[in-house]
């Protein structure tokens, strides 16, 4: 980020490859020093040359696909960010907002939200660290959703954001730097005024819980109004997004106010005075209860409290976003229930003075400080009964004998027989694709009943038995299927590692259960080949020593190793008890034993 | 069933309780029984009065004992019409409150000062929505002075919460010139 004297704004510049830094916008060069990046070797202290610098580990060590979310997810971003028109200059909200959508990876997030959601949560929260006047509802009408989905998304990144703090850090936005969004150069009157009557607006309480935006609005027509520029009101709630009526209630609310009663001259003649005085205060009033803390509740720990707890910057700038706490019209919600409570009031007071007695409302009696609130006819039953719940939250079984209830109340509960016929013909007739749907299931179940029947009417004489034994062979199934996939849980657990490759690969499998059509014994043969040679070379060395089996074994695998004498084949023929044995014996010599050779006669 | 709050009206304010001197009114009681029989939701639709079964989707009350006399009249009707129906495990789940400490509160200093419970977001809601840790409710205070207390299993959480919060209150209440 340079200052460049052009466009005067900080940029973003463009480096090329030898060293000139110049403005991505406008091309001016902002920084001429040329930049070796070859490596410079330096002489040490005993005459050796050595490199200059050191290797530094990665300190981004993030895989391959994670980069590419964070790319991918940064375009996007930067997409929105052109089409709403945040930051022409710079990347610097991509750049921060890249860095909580890195977070929130890392935390999981973006599983199971719409990864646009997040990214737009991602850069409302840089916009709103950077005070940049951008309301959710701009990036929600982008993506054509609704703003409190966006809403809820943004609240759980905040969460999740600042999970480490502990805190919510996120600042409220003043709605004055909206005002410069919404006018543009030269119009310099209406700026001021317009951040003067949203100042007195604030003071006149009209501003806590509304939309930032839809105050400025009011603020800038009237101030527009004030030096005789007439926008149309439909301009103003395009911008805005606030509805006429609302911005009507808002200019009606502030004519109301002290302030909407002074002429133009008075307004700011007024503002300049407070302005000033606001220069020389001191202490404030702390209100009516002090807080007797010694350590600010604000994030700034270790500053001292100046007022409400605050420390001295987070006092000022409550004050500046606020309006703070001193005199000022009431907020209109709280206009509107005082209102009621005198409603009610005078009410209470005209019921009282028609009729003597107090009948009705039994123990209640109208207080002064209006604290009334509804007027029953009812008794108050349960002030007593609410001391002692008796087994309100235990888990008893009061079940037994419900005498304690009016039978007679309850029977009024249920319906007669005619209104039962009727309540059914309507509810049917309401609810009728329900119903449909619930009888083509069954219908659906009732079929697959009978093709199973059917297939057993072919043979008559053994149906019950079919039949008998398909139920119970379907039982074993089941039960044989839970008992397996018990015995496999059970197995799954207790088996150790696997002691050979085929072991291992079959746990594998079973674990997974790829497929059921693995041939296990081929699996084993996979494994066991080396081994099944082995095998025979045991066997033959067996056979020099053994009877006639074993002899016939031995010469039958010396046929399959095809190293048999074609001479002698009459004689291998012959499986006998024969001296001729020896003379076999020898003929097997493409295996040195050492054992064959040493027979002289037997 | 329609009894709205004659509490306060009936006797004078326990200020050893309610050292505020405002009482919260109950508004809303949400609880939970265990019949412990089988039911047939759709005869107990037609048959019943006041009865709705929206086969496509026990409250209202505005005291706990209202709550659970309720909770056993449905009991007891749906044993006339034929279910096998026990009264197992009553329990309390949420209890809602309300009151009005009749001045406005500057909702954005307590946004700052306890910005850790705090949940203050103009464009989504106008009130601030603050989550105590002890007991654990959740308020939501509007400018005009109006508080509703919910997420309580019991009446004294409510109570205790409110109790908690007033002095938070005045401390950003607005100073009357």
């Known amino acids: ?602 | 069933m329609a009894e709205q709050g004659g509490l306060e009206g009936s006797q004078p304010v326990d200020l050893s309780k309610h050292p505020s001197g405002i009482v919260p009114t109950l508004q809303n009681i949400v609880s939970t029984v265990n019949l412990d029989c089988k039911l047939d939701l759709k005869q107990i639709a037609l048959q019943a009065r006041n009865a709705e079964y929206n086969p496509k989707v026990c409250t209202g009350a505005k005291s706990e004992q209202q709550s659970k006399l309720a909770a056993r009249k449905y009991a007891r009707i749906i044993q006339k019409l034929g279910f096998p129906a026990k009264f197992k495990d009553f329990k309390i789940q949420n209890i809602v409150g309300s009151c009005d400490v009749k001045f406005p509160i500057r909702l954005e200093g307590l946004a700052y000062s306890h910005g850790a419970f705090s949940s203050y977001e103009p464009e989504l809601f106008p009130g601030l929505i603050y989550r105590m840790k002890q007991p654990k409710i959740v308020l939501l205070i509007f400018v005009s002075g109006k508080i509703v207390i919910t997420g309580a299993k019991v009446r004294d959480e409510t109570y205790t919460a409110f109790e908690n919060i007033y002095p938070v209150l005045t401390e950003f209440r607005k100073n009357q010139q």
């Open chain 1, 1 to 602: 980020m340079v200052y460049c004297n052009n466009c005067s704004r900080n940029v973003s510049g463009e480096r090329l490859d030898e060293g000139l830094l110049s403005c991505s916008f406008c091309g001016k060069v902002l920084e001429e020093y040329n930049f070796a990046t070859e490596p410079q070797f330096v002489k040490d202290s005993a005459g050796q040359s050595k490199l200059s610098g050191n290797f530094v580990r990665s300190v981004q060590a993030i895989s391959d696909s994670r980069r590419r979310t964070l790319d991918y997810a940064s375009e996007q971003m930067s997409g929105m960010k052109n089409a709403l028109q945040i930051d022409d200059y710079s990347d610097d909200v991509v750049h921060t907002a890249r860095r909580f959508y890195e977070i929130g990876l890392e935390r999981n997030f973006t599983r199971g939200r719409r990864s646009e959601l997040v990214q737009a949560a991602c850069l409302y929260l840089a916009c709103r660290q950077k005070r940049k006047p951008f309301l959710l509802i701009d990036f929600a009408h982008y993506l054509k959703i609704n703003v409190y989905e966006l809403g809820s998304v943004y609240l759980q990144l905040c969460y999740v954001l600042y999970l480490a703090d502990g805190k919510d850090l996120q600042k409220l936005i003043d709605p004055s730097i909206f005002i410069h969004k919404f006018t543009n150069e030269g119009n310099d009157e209406v700026v001021k005024t317009a951040r003067n009557i949203l100042a007195s607006m604030k003071r006149d309480w009209m501003q806590t819980g509304r939309k930032p935006s839809g105050l400025c609005g009011a603020a800038l027509y009237i101030s527009a109004l004030s030096h005789g520029l007439k926008f149309p009101k439909s301009e103003i709630i395009k911008h805005v997004y606030i509805c006429e009526a609302t911005l009507s209630k808002r200019l009606i609310e502030f004519e109301n106010t002290n302030a909407g009663a002074l002429t133009m001259e008075e307004f700011t003649e007024k503002e300049r005075e407070l302005r000033t005085s606001s220069l020389t205060r001191k202490q404030p009033n702390t209100g009516s209860k002090e807080t007797s803390l010694d350590e600010v509740l604000c994030r700034h720990k270790e500053r001292k409290p100046f007022a409400y707890g605050l420390c001295n910057e987070c006092y000022e700038e409550f004050m500046k976003v606020s309006g703070g706490l001193d005199g000022g019209s009431d907020p209109p919600a709280f206009q509107r229930a005082e209102k009621e409570r005198l409603a009610k009031l005078s009410i209470e007071e005209n019921a009282k003075s028609k009729s003597s007695c107090t009948s009705a409302s039994g123990s209640e009696k109208p207080e002064n400080c209006g604290a009334l609130e509804d007027a029953t006819n009812k008794e108050a039953i349960d002030e007593g009964d609410n001391d002692k719940l008796p087994g309100v939250d235990g888990s008893d079984d009061e079940s037994d004998n419900f005498s304690d209830i009016d039978d007679f109340e309850v029977d009024g509960y249920l319906h007669n027989e005619e209104e039962k016929r009727f309540k059914k013909i309507i509810w049917e007739e309401i609810n009728r694709e329900y119903l449909e749907e619930q009888a083509a299931k069954e219908a659906a179940l009732a079929a697959a009943k009978e093709a199973c029947m059917a297939n057993y009417d072919k043979c008559p004489e053994d149906l019950q038995a079919a039949q008998e034994l398909a139920a119970a062979a379907a039982e074993v199934v089941v039960k044989s299927k839970k008992e397996r996939l018990q015995k496999r849980a059970a197995e799954a657990k207790n088996a150790g590692p696997a002691k050979t490759a085929a072991e291992a690969t079959r746990q594998m499998l079973v674990k997974k259960r790829l497929s059921s059509k693995i041939n296990y014994d081929a699996l084993e043969k996979l494994f066991d080949e080396p081994v099944a040679t082995e095998k025979c070379k045991k066997q033959r060395i067996e056979s020099n020593f053994d009877s006639d089996e074993k002899e016939e074994r031995a010469s039958k695998i010396g046929k399959d190793e095809g190293d048999y004498d074609e001479g002698d084949e009459e004689d291998g023929g012959i499986y006998d008890d024969n001296p001729e044995f020896d003379k076999q014996v020898y003929d097997y010599d493409d295996n040195d034993y050492g054992y064959g050779y040493d027979y002289d006669g037997y």
